[in-house]
Nanobody, 117 residues
Framework: QVQLVESGGGLVQAGGSLRLSCTASGSILSLNRMIRMSWYRQAPGKQREVVAGISREGSTNYADSVKGRFTISRDNAKNTMYLQMNNLKPEDTAVYYC????????WGRGTQVTVSS
């Protein structure tokens, strides 16, 4: 069993920054066993959408709406994935979830990010 816990969300003014963390515990063994790790977000009344992803090999990809502002990374030694979010906009307001895909898929419970104008 693997548990994912997100942290780092909060309230920030437009133009500000936040860094989200997603820490895995349980029978994770190593992040290298994960094929892909991603950040998703879901705004009120909208579908959950992928924000950024990082493969086991380290390649990254981003939604067009966050390119140049968000950076996904991971620290295998800490079993933690990060999302550095800069130049935040009100439309970035959402609950952010992390997702790990290995033999099975795992979701965290989410962390709220609110960007005020």
């Amino acid at each position: 069993q693997v548990q994912l816990v997100e942290s780092g969300g909060g309230l920030v003014q437009a133009g500000g920054s936040l860094r989200l963390s997603c820490t895995a515990s349980g029978s994770i063994l190593s992040l290298n066993r994960m094929i892909r790790m991603s950040w998703y977000r879901q705004a009120p009344g909208k579908q959950r959408e992928v924000v950024a992803g990082i493969s086991r090999e380290g390649s990254t990809n981003y939604a067009d709406s966050v390119k140049g502002r968000f950076t996904i990374s991971r620290d295998n030694a800490k079993n933690t994935m990060y999302l550095q979010m800069n130049n935040l906009k009100p439309e970035d307001t959402a609950v952010y979830y992390c997702n790990f895909v290995g033999n099975l898929g795992y979701w965290g419970r989410g962390t709220q990010v609110t960007v005020s104008s």
